[in-house]
């Protein structure tokens, strides 16, 4: 009986650990990227994503706000398109539901 429960309990502990060490997998690898002062005909910080993509963020906070970091990001499209006000290139806006760092690279 008891070697039933320690290999209840073995299972439950392998089971967590694979679930706690894939929480990261709908994440994805980006690049923080400063085109410059948004009151200066830049568009802030915007981020390209490991297929080359380039979305903006609506909302970076200022923890990541770093040009060349490479980061882990979950996020969302909102639906709306934004030219920065100045250029012509048009970006998908993004809601960030989670970013960190990566220290893989």
């Known amino acids: 009986m008891m070697k039933k429960y320690a290999l209840l309990f073995a299972g439950t502990i392998l089971l967590s650990a694979f679930v706690a060490c894939n929480k990261d997998k709908d994440m ?3 690049t923080i990227v400063d085109t410059g002062d948004i009151t200066n005909e830049g568009c802030g910080y915007l981020l390209q ?3 080359k993509a380039v979305v903006q963020p609506s909302y970076l906070p200022s923890a990541y706000q ?7 990001v979950k ?13 012509s290139v048009i970006y998908d806006l993004v ?4 970013i960190k ?4 690279n």
Do not use: M, P
């Not at 770093?66 to 882990?72: E, F, I, M, N, S």
């Open 66 to 72: 770093h040009g060349g970091l490479k980061v882990r």
């Open 75 to 87: 996020y969302n499209h909102t639906g709306i398109k934004d030219t920065c006000k100045f250029g």
């Open 49 to 51: 994503l490991e297929d």
């Open 101 to 104: 760092r990566n220290n893989d």
């Open 95 to 98: 809601s960030i539901q989670e």
């Open 28 to 30: 994805v690898d980006a």
